[in-house]
T-cell receptor, first 116, second 112 residues
Framework: NAGVTQTPKFRILKIGQSMTLQCAQDMNHNYMYWYRQDPGMGLKLIYYSVGAGITDKGEVPNGYNVSRSTTEDFPLRLELAAPSQTSVYFC???????????????FGEGSWLTVV | QKEVEQNSGPLSVPEGAIASLNCTYSDRGSQSFFWYRQYSGKSPELIMFIYSNGDKEDGRFTAQLNKASQYVSLLIRDSQPSDSATYLCAVHSTGSARQLTFGSGTQLTVLP
């Protein structure tokens, strides 16, 4: 059972470059999320999706874009990379909106991004 | 802005002792509370969740919730070196489709 798969695991970008972080889940979850985690900090929600074709902004959406064309995939696009986007990015998914009671959030292994 | 506050630590306890981790939250509408464990370089994993005031026990872990004081805690009994990790408190408010708000985490070290 693969769960939530993120690629790439590590990436170095130059300022101004663009890239896409890929995320796929095989659990048929409706809800998917992108978080970023800066050193010594908690997770901040970038974007989330409640189903195919539906996305919405989280706490820190600036500089990012997402799409959800299928239930399985939720790529995160970084446009014009900036040093402030150096972080660890976690994709996650859950069956429904209400966490707990078995509908827990499953996290991918993370993608380490450095912008220089 | 909804906030979740944790002592950043580091918190050090000897092996076999009780580790106490604390979390406060600002949104009185919060309904669900979660503790995640995160090992260095790894993704968070859910340890426990709690909805109701009082204590909830799961093995060596006990979550405590006091909604009047907007306070949630995690106790780890018989702490083991393998418990050394960062513990993240997360809060979910009813009706919020934006899922969880995370604290910055408390780093716990259990000394052999």
């Amino acid at each position: 059972n693969a769960g939530v798969t993120q690629t790439p695991k590590f990436r170095i970008l130059k300022i101004g470059q663009s890239m896409t972080l890929q995320c796929a889940q095989d659990m048929n979850h409706n809800y998917m999320y992108w978080y970023r985690q800066d050193p010594g900090m908690g997770l901040k929600l970038i974007y989330y999706s409640v189903g195919a074709g539906i996305t919405d902004k989280g706490e820190v959406p600036n500089g990012y874009n997402v799409s959800r064309s299928t239930t399985e995939d939720f790529p995160l696009r970084l446009e014009l990379a900036a040093p402030s986007q150096t972080s660890v990015y976690f994709c996650a998914s859950s069956y429904s909106q209400t966490p707990g009671s078995g509908n827990t959030i499953y996290f991918g292994e993370g993608s380490w991004l450095t912008v220089v | 802005q909804k906030e979740v506050e944790q002592n950043s630590g580091p918190l050090s306890v000897p092996e076999g002792a009780i580790a106490s981790l604390n979390c406060t939250y600002s949104d009185r509408g919060s309904q669900s509370f979660f503790w995640y464990r995160q090992y260095s370089g790894k993704s968070p994993e859910l340890i426990m969740f709690i909805y109701s005031n009082g204590d909830k026990e799961d093995g060596r872990f006990t979550a405590q919730l006091n909604k009047a004081s907007q306070y949630v805690s995690l106790l780890i009994r018989d702490s083991q070196p393998s418990d050394s990790a960062t513990y993240l408190c997360a809060v979910h408010s009813t009706g919020s489709a934006r899922q969880l708000t995370f604290g910055s985490g408390t780093q716990l070290t259990v000394l052999p």
